[in-house]
């Protein structure tokens, strides 16, 4: 049996497999929570009460209820459809979202891989994303599905720049791509954490990140890829069953991980904000989970409270107030690291 065990652990290839693995047990958890979530938040919001009868209390399985059912359902595949574009692009999407956890240094005795480039690996291969959605859309020969890839992708590379320049601010401040090294220089009490830091520049890049965020995942007030009352349900019209399932799971595994990306860079990621008092590895994980379910919290608040931009305003948010404010916060922290050199 010792044998057999040392066997499994030399064998990079199983290790590697499992290793890689191991987000889907907090991802698919997290979904099934989120998805009863929202629509508890929302039910409360518009003051009624929800999902209450599926499993007893406060229907908390009926989100369990309804993937059992879409794991049933037939898969459908429109017969003008390209077939093998419309089979591959949920599996591109589901692809794009889950590489970005790699990265995510989930506390600092876990870390799928630990590269010196880390923040700009997320940046690029959580871009694939944008690619299965026009896989997507333009694969279902549907009308409102190629709109609503088209404004995808529009939205996605726009708002990916002032996400990008918001975050090289932290970036200047630390000197490094590594989001290890970027977590480690916010320890000690939450005063240290980064959203505190050169004030107001780092705060500002802060919520530059968190609105620019929202659009990178399609979420109100810029959920015009989805638009239900324009375009049906966007470049998912036309899907059903598991398919359906995997763009639903990879809506909420963006979720999370722009909100880690949030709470890696500018709260303190696994550092606590007691300083030394409740840290460790273990309540390390749990306060970087909890940091990002809170900020997950925060966007599916800001859904039912905000009405939906026009296409016209989605671009102008973007290109004339986020970027320019970006460009001013990163030349506010460069100036402010020259002088303390």
Known sequence: MKELLLNILHNEILVYSLMAILPLVWIIPFALFA??????ISAHMQDRLGPMRTGGWHGWSQTIAD???????EDIIPSAADRKLFNLAPFVVFTGSYAAFAAIPFS????????????????????????????????SNN?????????SAAQIVSYEIPVAVALLSVIMVV?????????????????????????????????????????????????????????????????????????????????????????????????????????????????F?????????????????LPRLRVDQLMYVGWKVLIPFSFVCVIGVGLWVLMAR
């Not at 359906?244 to 949030?262: D, G, K, P, S």
């Open 67 to 73: 993937i059992l059912k879409l794991i049933q359902k």
């Open 143 to 151: 009308k409102w599905s190629l709109f609503g890839a088209m404004r």
């Open 175 to 287: 000197g490094s791509f590594d989001l290890q090294e970027i977590i480690g220089a916010q320890s000690g009490p939450i005063w240290n954490w980064f959203v505190f830091q050169k004030f107001p520049f780092l705060f500002m890049a802060f919520v530059i990140y968190f609105v620019a965020s929202l659009a990178e995942v399609n979420r109100t007030p810029f959920d015009l890829p989805e638009a239900e009352s324009e375009l049906v349900a966007g470049y998912h019209t036309e899907y059903a069953g598991m398919k359906f399932a995997l763009l639903f799971l990879a809506e909420y595994a963006n979720m999370f991980a722009v909100a880690a990306i949030a709470s890696a860079l500018f709260l303190g990621g696994w550092n606590s904000p007691f300083g030394e008092f409740l840290s460790g590895p273990i309540l390390g994980l749990l306060w």
């Open 289 to 305: 989970l909890g940091k990002g379910v809170a900020l997950v919290f925060v966007q599916m608040w800001l859904r039912w409270t």
């Open 35 to 40: 998805v009863w979530w929202e629509r508890k």
């Open 108 to 139: 600092a005795a876990y870390i799928g891989s630990e590269i010196n480039i880390g923040l700009f690996y997320v940046i690029a291969v959580s871009s694939l994303v944008v690619v299965g959605l026009l896989m997507a859309g333009w694969a």
